[in-house]
């Protein structure tokens, strides 16, 4: 084993944990960039700290708004803990973004830019070079903005404010990334015109986001309107008018909580998730009915979402369009069933932060999986699995679908856990709370620790 090589440990025992699980991700984004769009200062109370979250933070910072740390007060809203302190100021040049790998900076932040006053570069890791951002960059152009982006249609480039923008009508083909829309409606109510987004193309993932999208900015004043309230299809209209200072409470990360649910399931367990709202946009409250669909059973109870296991894993046929960051936890489940599954509707996945479809079939392949990729998602049967080294190329979501392999497969040595921290800050902590094991993968009562050989490097 490599220090970049942490033993998932395999459970021995039925788990039986409450899990309390940071706040969203996509919620504390759009709540940021709302706020700094705000007439008024706001709080952003129980975000997610995260490194996309503190590059969303550390971007706006260099657009010249406060972002400030502080702590919630006891009784107050949103009860203990950290929040930030938004205060809106005007957005200037010049000024550098980091977007790292993180979609919603790389497509939130470009139309905050072009209200400032001056030019704003863009860059991130190289993988950031290659996610998509054409969508944006064109509909900002055809909405009145200049962009250099040397011909590339992606990152680095650099946005030259003008202090404000045209706005009006625009078409923009957002089958790749739903953020393509959300990314223009966030900032549409500073635009002259407002912003009407008309979708052109094949149909647009993870809507749930888009509502998300619409619902957060109704709540900070703006008049919305959305194909779900019986409007045009696939077109979005934001009027042009101030946007409020809130509090805002952020919802815990449904989507993070996908591998703690799948450890119940798999080891015929129980977990109760915190807070889990009984109402809401998030993408991932759909893990309450694939996971009943796959051997479970969820309620809701004063403590929260609680869900129990048989330890009987049955596979799914599921079409994940909406839904695509559920993926790697619920083709990890499948891995483990009585019977295959079929994952339809994600293609898009091919462009998140690694090939995501590519990455999971070479994988869980390695350790003895059956996994074909077909046009548009994953064919899973299970087979008898071994242990071995899994590769995560970066991505968050990869390394917590190993995390869940390890469950029931002795010897699962992820790569680079580390990378976890993009959205689930201290996971081998959190990983370890629920098993009963040390955040190193030490033994500990219900659990024991896999081991195993490390070989190869990325395949």
């Not at 942490?6 to 996509?26: E, F, H, R």
Request: charged share 20%; aromatic share 4%; hydrophobic share 40%.
């Amino acid at each position: 084993m490599t220090e970049l090589h942490w033993p998932a440990p395999t459970a021995t025992d039925p788990v039986d944990a409450v899990v309390t699980v940071p706040g969203s991700k996509s919620a504390t984004n759009r709540a940021l960039v709302l706020a700094a769009l705000a007439a008024q200062p706001g709080y952003v109370r129980r975000p997610l700290r995260s490194r996309d979250s503190l590059l969303m933070a550390e971007g706006l910072r260099a657009l010249g708004v406060g972002v400030e740390d502080t702590l919630n007060s006891s009784s107050g809203v949103g009860g203990g803990g950290e929040a930030w302190r938004v205060l809106p100021a005007p957005l200037g040049g010049p000024a550098t973004v980091d977007v790292g790998n993180a979609g919603t900076v790389m497509r939130f932040l470009p139309p905050v830019a072009a209200l400032a006053d001056g030019p704003v570069h863009f860059d991130g890791d190289p993988r950031s070079h290659e996610r998509p951002l054409g969508g944006v960059i064109q509909a900002l152009r055809a909405l009145g903005a200049r962009i250099e982006d040397g011909g590339r249609g992606a990152l680095p480039m650099t946005v030259h404010g003008t202090g404000g923008l045209v706005g009006g009508t625009v078409t923009v083909d957002a089958s790749s990334s739903s953020q393509f829309v959300s990314a223009l409606l966030l900032s549409g109510s500073r635009f002259q015109h407002g912003v009407e987004v008309r979708h052109v193309g094949e149909p647009v993932p993870s809507l749930p986001h888009i509502r998300m999208t619409v619902e957060m900015l109704r709540a900070a004043g703006a008049q919305v309107d959305a194909p779900e309230d019986g409007g045009e299809p696939d077109v979005w209209r934001v009027t042009p008018g101030a946007l409020l200072g809130r509090d805002v409470v952020v919802e815990p990360d449904l989507s993070n909580a996908a591998p703690f649910l799948a450890a119940a399931l798999i080891t015929g367990g129980t977990v109760t998730v915190r807070d889990w709202p009984e109402r809401t946009s998030q993408p991932g409250d759909e893990l309450r009915d694939l996971f009943t669909r796959m051997g479970g059973a969820c309620e809701f109870t004063p403590d929260g979402l609680r869900f129990t296991g048989t330890g009987t894993v049955h596979g799914i046929d599921a079409d994940l369009h909406a839904v695509g960051e559920l993926t790697p936890v619920v083709a990890a489940v499948a891995l483990l069933a009585d019977s295959p599954s079929t994952l339809r509707g994600i293609a898009h996945l091919r462009l998140h932060e690694t090939d995501r479809l590519a990455a999971l079939a070479r994988e869980f392949n390695a350790l003895g999986g059956d996994v074909t990729e077909t046009e548009d998602g994953l064919r899973i049967v299970p087979r008898p699995l071994h242990g071995g080294v899994f590769h995560t190329y970066e991505d968050h979501r990869l390394a917590t679908a190993a995390a869940v392999i390890g469950l029931a497969v002795p010897g699962v040595q992820v790569e680079n856990i580390a990378t976890t921290a993009k959205t689930l800050p201290d996971f081998p902590e959190l990983w370890a709370g629920l098993l009963g094991t040390d955040a190193t993968g030490g033994t500990a009562k219900g659990a024991s620790t896999a081991t195993g050989s490390s070989a190869g490097g990325k395949g």
